[in-house]
């Protein structure tokens, strides 16, 4: 017999004696003896009140054997010699296209601008050292995409666009841990990430699908409605079937190929704002009421905030405990930033971006003559102005948050982990006042909402614009685009998807779209 039992244990229980079998015996009222053993479903935390309590969700095996073996297999099968469908791009989206071409008997070919994830770190080490930005090799182009060295954190919302646990059990089946399957907030970390993506490139070369990186594509050739061929920045022409395009929310030169070529594209709803970092243990405690000392059980704390400021929301973006922020510009004239964490999530800085809803058509005046790509002009142009105010490197501007919100600048700044270093400048007046004076008032709430937060402690650094997509590339039922009948627009850079999960579903879906009828 199976029994599945939600089980509360406060930090000092936990502490005491972490066993859940003795725990779920004297629940069910069981000879503990008769319990072959517990698997955890589900772990969470909940720290909203004075003492910390964990949240289990246990299957209890009561007089029965326990599994030995996940009921998900991947059927990857030799495709070297069959039809090709050709994947533009390797980030979640594209990786998981081509998995899911393999299990379906079809040869993926895939294109990817950047390197491998090897030869990708120099270029990561050029910008946090000396402030050198590969257009094609950063945090966000090379293989996985900006998910490999920027976070991987497995958040998603997306439950209705497919198998959630499938993509989890699939990153365990490359190399992940098992801890990604239970956790609430499942994290694998760019420490650990890089190793997993490189075994999914292996399933894929070894079991006949192609990869060519530093193959960037340039033009289509496109005829009767459909691409006949991709043309690649060495001159070379790839005769083509179906095409899925999985470049992401940053390869802007695609979003202007399909402009330039009448394809249709769509702006997009999107956010931009800053990126504040605290040092780690006031945010441990305000969310763990513990002190200057988290306790050992409990992980970094993390955190999660909205405000309705003048009819937008403001809200934490990729919040990221014992982590890092990042230089994620993908030209040199441009400063962007991101934040990213290891695995233990053992550095003393904790940051997140907070970001404010764009609208279009009020904040986007200014760029209307840019039409579809009016949001990504608007990204571009704060992006030069912290290029501007970082003294012209990736130099990040920045001001204490107290500063900001009262609207002066920072005399000096705290110790920060962004590694190009900062330079004091006034973001509350560089920002347009659409966004900062939204911003401003969002981290007053914030300040209330969790009491410590609006600290002198605390930076904020500009500028955080790469929260999504700022053009959507439209595609109808079948999913592909309603010009150009062979094209399956996908993932992030679509606007199909918000994270490596829900860009990894939709990768599989439409793998399995392009394959169909053919």
């Known amino acids: 017999m199976i029994k599945e039992i939600q089980l509360r244990v406060s930090l000092p229980e936990e502490e005491q004696d972490p066993n859940l079998t003795k725990r779920a015996a004297a629940f069910l009222v069981e000879d503990a003896s008769k319990i072959n053993g517990v698997v955890v479903l589900r772990k969470s935390i909940d720290a909203r009140k004075k003492v910390v309590v964990f949240n289990y969700k246990l299957a209890v095996y009561i007089n029965e054997e326990l599994p030995k073996e996940s009921e998900y297999h991947f059927d990857y099968q030799d495709v070297s010699s069959a039809k090709e469908i050709h994947i533009i791009g390797f980030g979640p989206a594209g990786m998981y296209a081509a998995l899911r071409c393999i299990e379906l008997g079809y040869k993926p070919i895939v294109l990817e601008r950047g390197k491998d994830v ?62 990604i399957l239970v956790d609430a907030h499942p994290h694998i970390g760019t420490n650990k990430l890089p190793k997993i993506i490189q075994r999914i490139r292996e399933t894929i070369l070894n079991y006949g699908g192609e990869i060519h990186f530093e193959t960037k594509v340039t033009d289509f050739e496109i005829k009767d409605q459909k691409i006949r061929a991709i043309i690649l920045d060495n001159g070379h022409e790839m005769a083509v079937e179906r095409v899925i395009l999985a470049t992401g929310h940053s390869a ?132 030069r102005i912290s290029y501007t105010a970082g003294g012209r490197s990736q130099t990040a501007p920045a001001q204490r948050l107290t500063d900001f919100v009262e609207g002066k600048l920072s005399s000096s700044l705290n110790e920060c982990s962004y590694q190009p270093g900062l330079l004091s400048a006034p973001l509350h007046s560089l920002l347009p006042k659409h966004l900062g004076s939204r911003l401003r008032k969002g981290f007053q709430a914030f300040g209330d909402k969790m009491h410590g937060y ?29 010009q150009i009948s062979n094209l399956f627009p996908c993932g992030e850079g679509g606007g199909y998807a918000g994270g490596i999960v829900s860009a990894a579903m939709d990768g599989e879906r439409c793998a399995e779209a392009a394959v169909s009828g053919i």
Do not use: W
Request: hydrophobic share 35%; proline share 4%.
């Open 454 to 482: 609006n600290t002198n402690e605390a930076n904020i650094v500009g500028v955080e614009s790469r929260t999504s997509s700022p053009v959507k590339i439209p595609r109808n039922d079948t999913l592909e685009h309603p």
């Open 252 to 383: 802007r030169d695609i979003f202007h190929l399909l402009d330039k070529k009448k394809i249709e594209i769509e702006a997009k709803s999107f956010a931009m704002g800053v990126r504040v970092e605290h040092p780690q243990h006031i945010i441990d405690s305000i969310q763990y009421n513990c002190g200057m000392e988290r306790p050992d059980l409990l992980p970094a704390a993390s955190y999660s905030l909205v405000q309705q400021v003048k009819g937008r929301g403001v809200y934490s973006f990729c919040m990221c405990p014992g982590g890092f922020i990042v230089p994620a510009a993908t030209e040199d004239g441009e400063v962007v930033v991101n934040g990213m964490s290891p695995s233990r999530r053992n550095n003393k800085f904790a940051n997140s971006g907070i970001v404010v809803e764009i609208n279009a058509e009020e904040d986007l005046r200014s760029f209307a003559q840019y039409g579809a790509l009016a949001g990504l002009e608007f990204q571009k142009s704060l992006e």
């Open 118 to 179: 090897q030869k990708r770190r120099r270029d990561i080490k050029a910008i946090n050292q000396d402030h050198v930005v590969n257009a094609d090799s950063n945090y966000c182009f090379g293989e996985g995409g900006a998910g490999t060295y920027s976070d991987g954190k497995l958040y998603t919302r997306s439950l209705k666009r497919g198998d959630v646990r499938r993509i989890f059990e699939n990153l365990v089946f490359h190399g992940a841990t098992h801890e």
